[in-house]
């Protein structure tokens, strides 16, 4: 009875394992959290950096895909926003779906410079932009990027 207690514990731990390091993580950065008037155009946001955690540098794997979201009352200026290391494609004017290219052992990264315009429906107030990793090892999550002055 003991030894089979035992082998059931050993095997739960040994699954419990293994599912926690089949997913990846990723540090998330914004460089700054810009304040502009509501007036404002083509406003240069802080950069969006996605860093592969050392701890899980195989983890970034090309071909996977996560999402950059606006709040609706923005948009990205899709003629000057830029996106480093990473396939791209808008999906709506406030919504950049990335792809993952020419991913290495070592730890990747992906920077996103947006410029964005604020569109006639916006008001005053705090804007965060949403990462959606979807089924990559892009750490999920809503940072603020946007302080909209009246």
């Given at each position: ?60 794997v090309d071909g996977n895909i996560f999402i950059i979201s606006l709040p609706n009352s923005l948009s ?75």
């Amino acid at each position: 009875m003991k030894k089979s207690c035992l082998i059931i514990a050993v095997t739960i731990i040994s699954i419990l394992t293994m599912c926690a390091t089949a997913f990846g993580y990723s540090n998330n950065l914004i460089s700054e959290v810009v304040s502009v008037p509501l007036s404002s155009e083509n406003v240069e946001l802080g950069t969006i950096t996605i860093q592969e955690d050392s701890a899980f540098s195989n983890d970034f794997v090309d071909g996977n895909i996560f999402i950059i979201s606006l709040p609706n009352s923005l948009s990205f200026d899709q003629d000057k926003t830029i996106i480093e290391d990473a396939e791209y494609r808008y999906v709506t004017n406030s919504r950049i779906e990335i792809t993952m290219t020419n991913t290495t052992p070592s730890v990747d990264t992906i920077a996103i410079h947006p410029v964005i315009n604020i569109l006639p429906k916006a008001e005053a107030g705090d804007f965060r932009v949403k990462i959606d990793g979807r089924d990559s090892a892009v750490t999920t999550g809503e940072y603020l990027i946007l302080r909209l002055l009246p």
